[in-house]
């Protein structure tokens, strides 16, 4: 009743007959001995590739025949087919090497297994019929299924449990009986039914089952590549390449304090007029108001501000004097809130500097709920209140509309920056809208603020740049991927 | 005769919790409780508590060793409130002496923690921390549509359900498989039992699709039961032109013009909430999207809202049962699942009342129950102590956690048997 690992002893030419199958777990590193230049390559393609995925969840409804349109072509222009046989290296290898750069730290792990997961699902659903079969009983799923009697009894409440599922159906189907444990996904969203502690998965959706076990295979693997990471800090050459590989998912790196102390508090009303995202404007707003903010606003708003340049001691000073203008007095305040803040520059507890939120961050994960004022206001608020929003900041009724069309489509980043756009008067903006903190900069920069912090966007290059001190070497990539 | 027991002063409280920690907390039942039938190795060793002391000072990491170090440390601390946290991987009193990063929050009961706080774009009686016997239905109903999925839906069976002792309840689900549930198990389970979303900025939080889980459907049926007296009368959601103005918000642009003109000098709320009811039915027979709006009203209105954070992590900490809620001075008693919907947290004793009754002069019977314990001095504090909180009010709460402690022996038992089977197998 559960997935059980294959275990094979390998042999001398271990990864053919693993290059024979369209699709892996990969749970098997590469054997075998690569140069540092494809090493390089293998990595920056695979990360072109990430990207893209990541890149297409955004703006297009994931899974949806759009999705996958975009999703062919991409891959066909990033070179990156896994259908024919010698490309299936490529793809086994570039995986493996991209796991060494982002095991690291929670946010990259996190990151990584979306993207892989995504990529995983697109290519899952694409198999025919008859080869996502073998897939699954290579890999050993074994459930019981429902017989006859149990799916007549149940017939009412599976049909009420699936989008997929119609009446005349149900008797044709087969229903697996599987632990919720192994079904979390599903039972999230509801999609299956649930009784005693089994979900009820029909046969279309266990591809649900398999992702969900691909995504705790992954992490598990990532974790235990993590602990094996000294081995690779102390290889020279592969270090400050990997360093790089990680850094490249969100441009920059918007934990490093840039401008410290530039700005002061009392501009803070004003820029977030002027500069801030909707997000971190309402959350401005709110505090101004309320003098008070939730946890998740804090931190969205903290770390944000934090991004922007406001010392520790600025900040310290500015949640203060807010809050003790609500319920909150000096010496609670002290006691109950100081301490969090200072968490975020990293001076408490587990003494993480955290990183300011992404966007994806702040449309996925922890949504708003009663009393709350984060989250993307794009994602978050009815669109009614946020048309009214809209209108009060004087957007034209035409670019309203526009942006309102962008949010219909679930394109929030999108919507965001045509939001930039229009409030800047700027026809087409340079970037793409990923971070908070770089709606920011790119505000100050188009009026004429602030001076351009160098970026970094081009991945390749700068990835190139580093490894040309790298000699030419073979490395032997199994030994990376040692149990530790 | 009842005595008025809301003159709890928060001033008295140091005064109280020696007392209390000395004579009336159910040290026995609770250690039995965390120990889970010593099933697991160091279970009870290696579980966070943390103590809210005097002036606001909180410490973290405390743990003991056994029943009377855990007695020994709150008899001394007298701690305003305790908070219970995961079991962690070693003596979380020991997390600095452990090499970073292997110190890590293994297990916990899967806990759920609702706060009326969250009702109040839906509440018109009260707002904020207060709470009266009308909003507190909004309590019993989430008490029974959890209480049910818990059970049905993923088969859990040891359910302790907590006044907090201000403005809410607490759900301890103590079931193996609950304690052993992942986060991201946790959150899953959390999101699958939250219909209400959105936060300041979204009107409309409840919104259906097709088909409609049976867990929706299961829900519901618990919330009809409550919504014509709850909501309807005594909320009086339809009552005052804002409120019935909130309501047809949730309630399709198209059709809310139709319902404005039909529901014109029509007063009685009742009736209109009927009204809605038929617009609805009506229009359920149409394709059009929208069609469930009386149904997304009632669950705006009525169904529990999660704190889905706190359910989340392992490592999370919640207000331990028997603890003193330090602003009311209620005891943060357990709730008999068979007397939910009579359950009044008026009524739940403060500490000012059960130290008082401690002080009440002694019955016939109690007199030669002590002098009985003279003669056989061997358990005699034990006794004592036990006896002393049979003569308060706080007894029938622990008589009924001692009883949902029984249901999990039983199961401890079992899983105790089979492991010595498995033993005797090698
Ligand atoms: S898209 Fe990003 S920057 Fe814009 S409002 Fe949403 S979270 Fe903020
Ligand atoms: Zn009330």
Same mark, same amino acid.
């Given at each position: 009743?559960?997935?059980?690992?294959?275990?094979?002893?390998?042999?001398?030419?271990?990864?053919?007959?693993?290059?024979?199958?369209p699709?892996?777990?990969?749970?098997?590193?590469?054997?075998e001995?690569?140069?540092?230049?494809?090493?390089?390559?293998?990595?920056?393609?695979?990360?072109?590739?990430?990207?893209?995925?990541?890149?297409?969840?955004?703006?297009?409804?994931?899974?949806?025949?759009?999705?996958?349109?975009?999703m062919?072509?991409?891959?066909?222009?990033?070179?990156?087919?896994?259908?024919?046989?010698?490309?299936?290296?490529?793809?086994?290898?570039?995986?493996?090497?991209?796991?060494?750069?982002?095991?690291?730290?929670?946010?990259?792990?996190?990151?990584?297994?979306?993207?892989?997961?995504?990529?995983?699902?697109?290519?899952?659903?694409?198999?025919?019929?008859?080869?996502?079969?073998?897939?699954?009983?290579?890999?050993?799923?074994?459930?019981?299924?429902l017989?006859?009697?149990?799916?007549?009894?149940?017939?009412?409440?599976?049909?009420?449990s699936?989008?997929?599922?119609?009446?005349?159906t149900?008797?044709?189907?087969?229903?697996?009986?599987?632990?919720?444990?192994?079904?979390?996904?599903?039972?999230?969203?509801?999609?299956?039914?649930?009784?005693?502690?089994?979900?009820?998965?029909?046969q279309?959706?266990?591809?649900?089952?398999?992702?969900?076990?691909?995504?705790?295979?992954?992490?598990?693997?990532?974790?235990?590549t993590?602990?094996?990471?000294?081995?690779?800090?102390?290889?020279?050459?592969l270090?400050?390449?990997?360093?790089?590989?990680?850094?490249?998912?969100?441009?920059?790196?918007?934990?490093?304090?840039?401008?410290?102390?530039?700005?002061?508090?009392?501009?803070?009303?004003?820029?977030?007029?002027?500069?801030?995202?909707?997000?971190?404007?309402?959350?401005?707003?709110?505090?101004?108001?309320?003098?008070?903010?939730?946890h998740?606003?804090?931190?969205?708003?903290?770390?944000?501000?934090?991004?922007?340049?406001?010392?520790?001691?600025?900040?310290?000073?500015?949640?203060?004097?807010?809050?003790?203008?609500?319920?909150?007095?000096?010496?609670?305040?002290d006691?109950?809130?100081?301490y969090?803040?200072?968490?975020?520059?990293?001076?408490?507890?587990?003494?993480a500097?955290?990183?300011?939120?992404?966007?994806?961050?702040?449309?996925?994960?922890?949504?708003?709920?009663?009393?709350?004022?984060?989250?993307?206001?794009f994602?978050?608020?009815?669109?009614?209140?946020?048309?009214?929003?809209?209108?009060?900041?004087?957007?034209?009724?035409?670019?309203?509309?526009?942006?309102?069309?962008l949010?219909?489509?679930?394109?929030?980043?999108?919507?965001?920056?045509?939001?930039?756009?229009?409030?800047h008067?700027?026809?087409?903006?340079?970037?793409?809208?990923?971070h908070?903190?770089?709606?920011?900069?790119?505000?100050?920069?188009?009026l004429?603020?602030?001076?351009?912090?160098k970026?970094?966007?081009?991945?390749?290059?700068?990835?190139?740049?580093?490894?040309?001190?790298?000699?030419?070497?073979?490395?032997?990539?199994?030994?990376?991927?040692?149990?530790? | 005769?009842?005595?008025?027991?809301?003159?709890?002063d928060?001033?008295?409280?140091?005064?109280?919790?020696?007392?209390?920690?000395?004579?009336?907390?159910?040290?026995?039942?609770?250690?039995?409780?965390?120990?889970?039938?010593?099933v697991?190795?160091?279970?009870?060793?290696?579980?966070?508590?943390?103590?809210?002391?005097?002036?606001?000072?909180?410490?973290?990491?405390?743990?003991?060793?056994?029943?009377?170090?855990?007695?020994?440390?709150?008899?001394?601390?007298?701690?305003?409130?305790i908070?219970?946290?995961? $079991? !962690? =991987?070693? /003596?979380?009193?020991? *997390?600095?002496? @452990?090499?970073?990063?292997?110190?890590?929050a %293994?297990?916990?009961?899967?806990?759920?923690?609702?706060?009326?706080?969250?009702?109040d774009?839906?509440?018109?009686?009260?707002?904020?921390?207060?709470?009266?016997?009308?909003?507190?239905?909004?309590?019993?109903?989430?008490?029974?549509?959890?209480?049910?999925?818990?059970?049905?839906?993923?088969?859990?069976?040891?359910?302790?359900? $907590? !006044? =907090?002792? /201000?403005?809410?309840? *607490?759900?301890? @689900?103590?079931?193996?498989?609950?304690?052993? %549930?992942?986060?991201?198990?946790?959150?899953?389970?959390?999101?699958?039992?939250?219909?209400?979303?959105?936060?300041?900025?979204t009107?409309?939080?409840?919104?259906?699709?097709?088909?409609?889980?049976?867990?929706?459907?299961?829900?519901?049926?618990?919330?009809?039961?409550?919504?014509?007296?709850?909501?309807?009368?005594d909320?009086?959601?339809?009552?005052?032109?804002?409120?019935?103005?909130?309501?047809?918000a949730?309630?399709?642009?198209?059709?809310?013009?139709?319902?404005?003109?039909?529901?014109?000098?029509?007063?009685?709320?009742?009736?209109?909430?009927?009204?809605?009811?038929?617009?609805?039915?009506?229009?359920?027979?149409?394709?059009?999207?929208?069609?469930?709006?009386?149904?997304?009203?009632?669950?705006?209105?009525?169904?529990?809202?999660?704190?889905?954070n706190?359910s989340?992590?392992?490592?999370?900490?919640?207000k331990?049962?028997?603890?003193?809620h330090?602003?009311?001075?209620?005891?943060?008693?357990?709730?008999?699942?068979?007397?939910?919907?009579?359950?009044?947290?008026?009524?739940?004793?403060?500490?000012?009342?059960?130290?008082?009754?401690?002080?009440?002069?002694?019955?016939?019977?109690?007199?030669?129950?002590?002098?009985?314990?003279?003669?056989n001095?061997?358990?005699?504090?034990?006794?004592?102590?036990?006896?002393?909180?049979k003569?308060?009010?706080?007894?029938k709460?622990?008589k009924?956690?001692?009883?949902?402690?029984?249901?999990?022996?039983r199961?401890?038992?079992?899983?105790?048997?089979?492991?010595?089977?498995?033993?005797?197998?090698?």
């Open positions: 009743m559960q997935f059980q690992r294959r275990h094979r002893k390998l042999g001398t030419n271990p990864q053919s007959e693993l290059y024979l199958q699709l892996q777990f990969y749970g098997e590193p590469p054997l001995n690569i140069s540092l230049a494809e090493f390089e390559t293998f990595a920056v393609e695979r990360l072109k590739l990430l990207k893209t995925v990541e890149n297409l969840g955004v703006s297009y409804v994931k899974h949806s025949s759009q999705y996958k349109l975009k062919d072509n991409e891959l066909r222009l990033l070179h990156f087919p896994y259908r024919p046989d010698t490309k299936r290296r490529k793809d086994h290898i570039s995986h493996f090497i991209l796991r060494l750069a982002y095991c690291q730290t929670e946010d990259l792990r996190r990151w990584f297994i979306q993207q892989e997961v995504d990529l995983f699902r697109y290519r899952f659903t694409d198999l025919p019929p008859q080869q996502k079969l073998e897939f699954l009983h290579k890999n050993n799923l074994k459930y019981n299924t017989s006859d009697k149990e799916k007549n009894e149940l017939s009412d409440k599976l049909l009420m699936s989008y997929s599922v119609s009446g005349v149900v008797e044709k189907l087969e229903f697996y009986k599987v632990p919720f444990q192994d079904a979390l996904d599903l039972v999230r969203s509801r999609k299956v039914y649930l009784k005693a502690g089994f979900a009820f998965v029909p279309q959706d266990i591809v649900t089952i398999v992702l969900n076990d691909f995504r705790t295979r992954l992490s598990k693997a990532l974790a235990l993590a602990r094996s990471l000294p081995a690779v800090h102390s290889d020279e050459r270090h400050p390449l990997l360093n790089h590989l990680s850094h490249a998912y969100l441009g920059q790196d918007y934990s490093i304090q840039k401008n410290v102390g530039k700005i002061s508090l009392e501009q803070i009303d004003s820029l977030s007029g002027k500069s801030f995202p909707l997000c971190m404007r309402q959350l401005h707003q709110a505090l101004r108001e309320n003098h008070h903010l939730r998740g606003g804090r931190m969205q708003y903290g770390l944000f501000l934090k991004g922007i340049g406001i010392s520790l001691e600025q900040a310290l000073q500015f949640w203060r004097s807010e809050f003790i203008r609500g319920k909150v007095d000096a010496d609670k305040f006691k109950a809130y100081a969090g803040i200072r968490h975020m520059y990293g001076k408490e507890g587990k003494r500097d955290y990183t300011p939120y992404s966007c994806m961050k702040v449309i996925l994960s922890n949504p708003p709920s009663q009393g709350d004022h984060h989250g993307c206001p994602r978050h608020s009815d669109p009614e209140l946020l048309k009214q929003k809209l209108q009060f900041y004087k957007v034209s009724p035409s670019s309203i509309t526009q942006i309102m069309e949010v219909k489509g679930m394109h929030f980043q999108l919507a965001c920056q045509k939001y930039f756009e229009v409030t008067n700027v026809e087409d903006s340079s970037f793409s809208l990923s908070p903190n770089q709606y920011f900069i790119e505000s100050q920069k188009a004429g603020g602030g001076k351009d912090p970026r970094d966007v081009d991945v390749p290059q700068k990835v190139q740049e580093t490894s040309q001190h790298l000699a030419e070497t073979a490395e032997d990539l199994e030994a990376l991927f040692k149990d530790g | 005769m009842r005595m008025s027991y809301s003159d709890y928060p001033a008295c409280l140091p005064d109280l919790l020696p007392l209390y920690y000395r004579r009336l907390f159910p040290f026995s039942q609770y250690y039995r409780w965390l120990n889970y039938g010593g697991q190795k160091n279970y009870f060793q290696n579980r966070e508590f943390s103590f809210t002391l005097k002036d606001d000072i909180y410490v973290r990491y405390q743990s003991f060793s056994t029943q009377n170090e855990l007695e020994k440390e709150m008899q001394k601390m007298n701690p305003y409130k908070d219970i946290g995961a $079991v !962690y =991987s070693h /003596r979380p009193n020991q *997390h600095n002496t @452990v090499k970073s990063g292997s110190f890590q %293994l297990e916990k009961e899967l806990v759920f923690d609702i706060d009326m706080t969250d009702y774009d839906v509440r018109t009686c009260c707002s904020a921390a207060d709470i009266c016997s009308k909003c507190w239905t909004l309590m019993t109903i989430a008490i029974h549509i959890l209480d049910r999925a818990l059970r049905d839906d993923f088969g859990f069976q040891h359910l302790l359900w $907590v !006044y =907090s002792g /201000r403005r809410g309840v *607490h759900c301890w @689900v103590c079931d193996e498989a609950a304690r052993k %549930l992942s986060a991201a198990g946790r959150s899953a389970v959390a999101e699958y039992l939250s219909l209400v979303k959105g936060g300041e900025e009107v409309k939080k409840v919104v259906l699709t097709d088909p409609i889980h049976p867990f929706i459907s299961a829900s519901l049926e618990v919330v009809e039961k409550y919504f014509l007296e709850y909501a309807v009368q909320q009086d959601i339809l009552g005052r032109k804002e409120c019935v103005d909130k309501v047809l949730l309630v399709p642009e198209d059709v809310r013009n139709e319902l404005q003109t039909k529901m014109k000098g029509v007063k009685q709320p009742e009736k209109l909430w009927k009204m809605i009811k038929n617009e609805a039915k009506n229009k359920q027979g149409t394709v059009k999207k929208g069609q469930h709006f009386e149904k997304e009203i009632m669950l705006q209105y009525c169904y529990p809202r999660l704190d889905v706190v989340k992590g392992v490592n999370h900490l919640l331990s049962p028997f603890s003193v330090p602003k009311t001075g209620r005891i943060s008693v357990p709730i008999d699942l068979k007397e939910v919907d009579s359950f009044d947290p008026f009524v739940v004793p403060t500490i000012s009342r059960i130290c008082e009754e401690l002080d009440r002069p002694r019955t016939e019977e109690e007199k030669s129950e002590e002098s009985q314990d003279k003669e001095e061997k358990d005699a504090v034990e006794t004592r102590k036990m006896r002393d909180y003569r308060t009010s706080l007894a709460y622990v009924y956690f001692d009883s949902f402690l029984d249901g999990m022996t199961s401890w038992k079992g899983e105790l048997l089979r492991k010595s089977d498995d033993q005797m197998e090698f």
